[in-house]
């Protein structure tokens, strides 16, 4: 009787950690989403990535809140620490903006000079560890990258006025493109955003088409699109949004902490009014948050009108240059609901493509293993492997052999 309790259990545990781990889950190539033309054939051939299937880790690699977490506690892993020159550039209300640039290791296979002008996720900068990894990759292939450091990330790096970032301003990345503009003026420009800095990427080429000039073509990571339609999903427990908002607040909390002086002082009463420090440093979601700080100190009546500003679905028709869209079919904070938002852009044109892989979670995109996974992930390399595709492609029609 003893023997078949303990054989029942270990089924039961057996059975369970399939469920967890969805070990059971197959592998494939990702659905690729996009209008036939001669642009996107040619991109598909010389992307051979989307045509491989994605293997995430074996044991873990499957689940994609694992994959967020392993993202989000641990960035990647042995990821390099590359040497960049830190520059500053001084905004209209005082601000100092600082952006890191890194310039290539090596030579561009196709020759030139090509810039990939970075805008990292929430509260990232470009310490964060998975943009530090995919620096390093990127240089290697020939990129000069240069990366955003959101105002107020830094916790080192003392705000020179009473103000951080928020999800959809796009005056700090506008700044450093005319600086990127100024210094390389011979260099083409890639513009590439993580998670809410695809949407601020997006966002900034939509809202007005003269910022499109200076690109040859954006690629948006693991982004929701639309803040409103988001915010739902944050709310529910069946993807542990709850979880995930209560994790984000918290990293925006420290680093409000961090500038207490300088977010909260007479400057900051002069220039937007006295704040509640108390309700703010008690939320414990991302809403209370920016109803209590963020849309009033960006200067809107309401949250729905705060939100409805931050996204780039709102202005992302107005771009006429290739895109490269990614999501994953089991990211936690951005459900396939919000899909429809890319696919529809790409179905209108023939220069643009969505790509949605199965597995990855929310930045993860692990390979390797079956425990220990790659320092470089599968995300680093499409980036770089479509970046390098579209190069290709451009100077085909610029030639008139496309």
């Not at 709102?314 to 904070?333: G, K, Q, S």
Request: charged share 15%.
């Amino acid at each position: 009787m003893e023997f078949l309790i303990l054989l029942v259990l270990c089924i039961i545990i057996v059975c369970l950690t399939v469920r967890l781990l969805h070990l059971a889950s197959t592998t494939s190539s990702p659905a690729l989403y996009f209008k036939d033309s001669r642009f996107t054939r040619r991109l598909i051939n010389a992307c051979p990535l989307l045509l491989e299937p994605y293997v995430p880790p074996l044991i873990w690699g499957k689940n994609g809140h694992i994959q967020t977490f392993v993202y989000g506690k641990l960035g990647r892993i042995n990821s390099p620490f590359p040497r960049g020159r830190r520059q500053s550039v001084i905004m209209k209300d005082g601000a100092t903006l600082t952006f890191d640039v890194f310039e290539p290791l090596n030579e561009h296979p196709l020759g030139g000079d090509f810039t990939m002008v970075v805008c990292p996720g929430i509260a990232n900068s470009s310490q964060s560890v998975y943009i530090r990894t995919f620096v390093d990759y990127a240089q290697r292939s020939g990129y000069r990258v240069i990366v955003m450091n959101h105002l107020g990330a830094l916790l080192g790096v003392k705000l020179t006025a009473p103000r951080i970032y928020t999800y959809g301003g796009t005056d700090e990345y506008h700044a450093m493109v005319m600086w990127t503009s100024s210094m390389h003026p011979s260099s083409q420009l890639i513009a590439v955003g993580f998670s809410m800095g695809a949407n601020i990427i997006v966002k900034y080429l939509g809202e007005n088409p003269e910022h499109q000039e200076r690109f040859i073509c954006g690629i948006s990571a693991c982004q929701g699109y639309d803040v409103i339609r988001i915010l739902p999903y944050l709310k529910t427990w069946k993807h542990l949004g709850p979880v995930y908002s209560f994790g984000m607040t918290v990293q925006q909390k420290k680093i409000l902490r961090g500038h207490m002086d300088t977010l909260f002082g007479g400057s900051c009463v002069k220039a937007y009014g006295k704040f509640d420090t108390e309700e703010i440093l008690s939320s414990t979601s991302l809403d209370c948050l920016d109803e209590s700080y963020s849309r009033r100190r960006a200067g809107f009546s309401s949250l729905e009108e705060y939100y409805r500003w931050c996204s780039c679905s709102h202005y992302m028709n107005r771009i006429t240059l290739p895109m490269f869209f990614l999501n994953t079919a089991d990211d936690p904070l951005i459900t396939t609901d919000l899909h429809d938002i890319p696919r529809e852009f790409v179905s209108q044109r023939s220069n643009s493509m969505f790509v949605v892989t199965k597995h990855g979670g929310h930045l993860g995109f692990f390979e390797g293993g079956p425990l220990i996974p790659h320092p470089v992930t599968w995300l680093d390399k499409i980036v770089v492997q479509y970046s390098s595709a579209v190069i290709a492609i451009v100077r085909q029609q610029q030639a008139g052999s496309f």
